[in-house]
């Protein structure tokens, strides 16, 4: 953190409720520390950033995120080492892919230092809630919405950027069992679909939930034209493997610029191991599982790490995945977080040590 350039005034919770947390047991994203982070943009200028305790806010129904929904957020993890330091994850991408999803929904952007000096000092404030139990991290939530008032369908002339904290366990529990989608579409070219925007989650809540009655836990998006490419899953880009080559897609205007995803490429490329960046289509999916040679197929993202697929379903028929030992997605997910608990060397440059 460069030195302090920003007066972030802090008024503290009169009591924690830290007592309450079960951190042995910790659910994914559905408790939330003592304190947040506010900030207000008003006549085009973003006001000081306040911390103040975690609750509720105040808005006039005329806010237009509830009619227009121009909101966006972000993702990240801090994670504490046995020294009790702090530490985050390539954070400077997740301020600039913020940055891309406020240009695409017409909102402002948020400097920096904004960013970046407001999460650390936040994490500093709470950060006795950082969890140190096996697999758990603080989840940490940026967002920014339009706060501002009016019917009228055009963008709204004040936004609030917020940072929450939720100390968090695995996103997934058990196995993931995956629908690849032959009806619904996620985004379209020339749509939002790369950008971190509410609706593109609220628009897979129907079809995701028909998923789930029939046993699976998420969808693998298709392309809109013909469903026959595979492009990502609800919160994860999506990884196969087919002999010893790891496929994953390209990104494009429809799909998420995953961090976890562009963080595997490179791994892979230090291990010698064969990626493809290409079109992935199903019919080339199924048949590598009709021949034996589909071996592994993962998702990748900040809140599911790196989740083994164990089975798909296409044309109502499902696809074991084999278990394999030692496999990719093991190598991946040890390095990733390894590196993110500061646990090795990291010769990527990828951990940012957060200033206490
Ligand atoms: N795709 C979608 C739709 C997501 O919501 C996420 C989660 O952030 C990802 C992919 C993975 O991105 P990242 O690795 O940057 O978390
Ligand atoms: C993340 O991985 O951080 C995400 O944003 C996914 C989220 C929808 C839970």
Redesign the pocket.
């Known amino acids: 953190m460069n030195p302090s350039t920003l007066d972030i005034q802090i008024k503290k919770a009169k009591s924690s409720k830290i007592g309450q947390v079960d951190f042995n047991n910790l659910a994914f994203g559905s408790i939330f520390s003592d304190h947040m982070l506010v900030c207000d943009f008003k006549n085009g200028a973003w006001e000081a950033p306040k911390i103040v305790p975690y609750g509720p806010i105040s808005l006039q129904p005329s806010a237009k995120i509830f009619h227009y929904g121009q909101s966006i957020f972000?993702?990240?993890k801090a994670y504490k080492d046995e020294e009790d330091t702090i530490w985050l994850f390539r954070p400077k991408?997740?301020h600039a892919?913020f940055n891309i999803s406020a240009s695409r929904m017409a909102m402002p952007e948020i400097p920096e230092d904004y960013f970046m000096e407001g999460l650390e000092t936040l994490l500093n404030v709470d950060k006795q809630w950082i969890p140190t139990t096996d697999g758990s991290a603080m989840y940490i939530r940026p967002f920014m919405f339009a706060s501002g008032e009016g019917f009228h369908a055009s963008p709204a002339d004040e936004y609030k950027f917020i940072i929450c904290l939720a100390p968090s366990g695995a996103y997934f529990s058990g196995k993931v069992k995956v629908l690849i989608e032959q009806k619904y579409s996620?985004s379209a070219n020339g749509g939002v679909?790369y950008a971190?925007t509410g609706g593109?989650?609220a628009g897979?809540f129907h079809p995701t939930q028909l998923a789930k009655e029939k046993g699976y836990q998420q969808v693998i998006w298709t392309d809109d034209h013909n469903h026959e490419n595979i492009e990502?899953?609800?919160?994860?880009?999506i990884f196969v493997r087919i002999g010893d080559t790891l496929i994953t897609g390209p990104t494009s205007d429809r799909?998420?610029?995953?961090?976890?995803?562009?963080?595997i490429l490179q791994i892979a490329e230090a291990n010698n191991i064969k990626t493809e960046v290409r079109t992935l289509t199903v019919t080339e999916v199924v048949t590598a599982a009709n021949n034996g040679t589909l071996k592994e197929m993962f998702?990748?993202?900040?809140?599911?790490v790196v989740s083994p697929i164990s089975a798909f379903g296409y044309k109502d028929q499902d696809y074991e995945l084999p278990v394999v030992k030692d496999g990719y997605a093991d190598l991946m997910k040890k390095t990733i977080t390894d590196i993110q608990y500061n646990r090795v060397e990291d010769s990527y440059g990828w951990r940012y040590r957060v200033t206490q």
């Open positions: 972000e993702g990240m991408d997740n892919r996620r679909g971190k593109n989650y897979q990502e899953a609800g919160a994860m880009n799909i998420l610029d995953g961090i976890t995803r562009k963080s998702g990748a993202g900040t809140a599911a």
